[in-house]
C-alpha cells in the first residue's frame, strides 16, 4: 500500500513539473526535420537584410518577414496558427521591433522555415495567439473571427474562388 | 468483477519498483511526445500512393553564391506553396494534386517558391519588380513550370531568389493527381 502511494506521488510530481513545460512550448506536428524553438528576434524584411532593397515598415505586407535573433540568425517566418495563412499579418506590426516567438523550425530541400504558434511583446507579457490573419479576414467579411466561417476562411474567400474559376481545382485549365 | 480482475492485474504488474519507475517513465514520455506524428494525421490524402520523402540532401545546380552576396542564375522548376512543399505537412507539396492548396496558402500569404529541378526550394522574394505576399501573379502562376533569370542568396538555411524576368512560363507540368490523389480534403 505504502509503495503505491509512493508511486502516485511520484508520478503526481513529475506530472506537475513537466506539465508547464509542454503547455507553453510549441505543438509539435511532425512535420521535415521538425525543431521545437523559442526565439528572441527582431521582426525584418529579408529583402532588406539580404538584398539591401528596403521599403518603409518592412513593405508594408507585402514581403516576405523574418526573425533576426541577436547572433544576427535569419530565420524565414513563413506559417502562422491559421490554416493556410502566412505570418506578415501577426508580424508586420512589429517591424524594427522585439518580439518572443514559439513554434517550429521545419527544413527540407535545402531551405528552412520557422512557423510561429504564438509570441509575446516582453518577457512577461501574454502569449498571443497568431491568428491575426483570421481576424483581419474576418473584419473585412463582417463575420465572427472565431466563428465557422473564419475558420474555414478559404472556403468562401473570393480571391480563392476566382482562381479557382480561372484555372480550375489542379490548374489545368489554361 | 471486472474491474476488480484488472485492479489485480495493474496491482501485481506495478509490485516491483523497476516496473513502476518504467511505467512512469513511459507516460512521461507519451505526455511530451503525444503531438509527434501529427502531419500524418493532417494529410488528408486521398491519394493511392505515399509520396516519397525529402532527399536527406540536395546540391544546387550552379555553386552557391559567397556569404553576404548573390549570384545571378537561370534556373528551372515549379511555382510552389513553399511552405507545404518544405514542411511536408500535406504529404505531397507540388504538382496538380496540390494545386488548389497551393491556391489557398497563397492568398493566404504564405510563401511562394521555385522548386527546382536541382531538387532546391527557393523562396521568391520579389518577381519582376512585384513584392510576393498574395500577389496577384503569384496566385496565377501556382503549380506553374517556369524557366527564370534571378539573383540568388543563401542566408542561414535558406535559398532565397530575386526573380528578375520570368523567361518561359510552359503551364502545368506535373499532373500527379492520380498518382498521390488531390490534398488536403480530396478532390
Known amino acids: ?174 | 468483477m471486472w474491474k476488480d480482475n484488472n485492479m489485480k492485474l495493474i496491482s501485481s504488474f506495478m509490485k516491483t519498483r523497476r516496473r513502476r519507475l518504467g511505467f512512469a517513465i513511459a507516460l512521461l514520455a507519451s505526455l511530451s511526445v503525444s503531438g509527434a506524428g501529427l502531419a500524418d494525421s493532417l494529410n488528408f490524402a486521398t491519394g493511392k500512393e505515399k509520396p516519397p520523402p525529402p532527399p536527406d540532401h540536395v546540391t544546387p545546380a550552379n555553386p552557391p553564391p559567397a556569404d553576404g552576396a548573390s549570384r545571378r542564375i537561370q534556373i528551372t522548376g515549379e511555382i510552389i506553396d513553399a511552405w507545404c512543399q518544405v514542411s511536408g505537412i500535406m504529404g505531397i507539396g507540388v504538382g496538380t494534386g496540390h494545386h488548389k492548396c497551393a491556391i489557398w496558402c497563397a492568398v493566404g500569404g504564405g510563401p511562394i517558391g521555385i522548386q527546382g529541378s536541382d531538387g532546391v526550394a527557393y523562396i521568391l522574394l520579389k518577381v519582376e519588380g512585384q513584392d510576393p505576399i498574395a500577389s496577384q501573379t503569384a496566385i496565377d502562376f501556382e503549380t506553374d513550370e517556369v524557366k527564370v533569370d534571378a539573383d540568388w542568396y543563401v542566408r542561414d538555411g535558406t535559398n532565397y531568389l530575386i526573380v528578375n524576368k520570368i523567361l518561359e512560363n510552359h503551364g502545368v507540368v506535373n499532373q500527379n493527381h492520380q498518382k498521390y490523389g488531390i490534398v488536403p480534403f480530396g478532390g
Not at chain 1, 40 to 55: F, N, P, R, S, T
Not at chain 1, 132 to 143: E, I, L
Not at chain 1, 146 to 160: H, I, L, Q, R
Open chain 1, 1 to 174: 500500500m505504502r509503495s503505491t502511494y509512493d508511486f502516485l506521488r511520484f508520478v503526481g510530481l513529475a506530472v506537475l513539473f513537466t506539465w508547464p513545460a509542454n503547455s507553453f512550448a510549441a505543438d509539435p506536428l511532425g512535420v521535415n526535420g521538425e525543431v521545437q524553438v523559442n526565439l528572441k528576434g527582431k521582426v525584418v524584411d529579408i529583402l532588406c537584410e539580404i538584398g539591401h532593397d528596403c521599403a518603409p515598415n518592412c513593405g508594408g505586407g507585402k514581403r516576405q518577414l523574418a526573425l533576426k535573433t541577436a547572433d544576427n540568425k535569419l530565420y524565414f517566418a513563413s506559417k502562422s496558427h491559421v490554416i493556410f495563412a502566412g505570418l506578415t499579418n501577426d508580424l508586420i506590426q512589429f517591424c524594427g521591433k522585439e518580439i518572443i516567438a514559439d513554434g517550429l523550425v521545419t527544413s527540407a530541400y535545402g531551405s528552412q522555415m520557422l512557423f510561429i504558434q504564438q509570441y509575446k511583446t516582453s518577457e512577461n507579457g501574454e502569449w498571443i495567439d497568431a491568428t491575426q490573419f483570421r481576424t483581419d479576414w474576418a473584419k473585412s467579411h463582417g463575420v465572427d473571427p472565431d466563428g465557422e466561417t473564419a475558420k474555414a476562411w478559404y472556403k468562401t474567400d473570393e480571391t480563392v474562388k476566382a482562381a479557382v474559376a480561372l484555372h480550375g481545382t489542379l490548374g489545368l485549365v489554361p
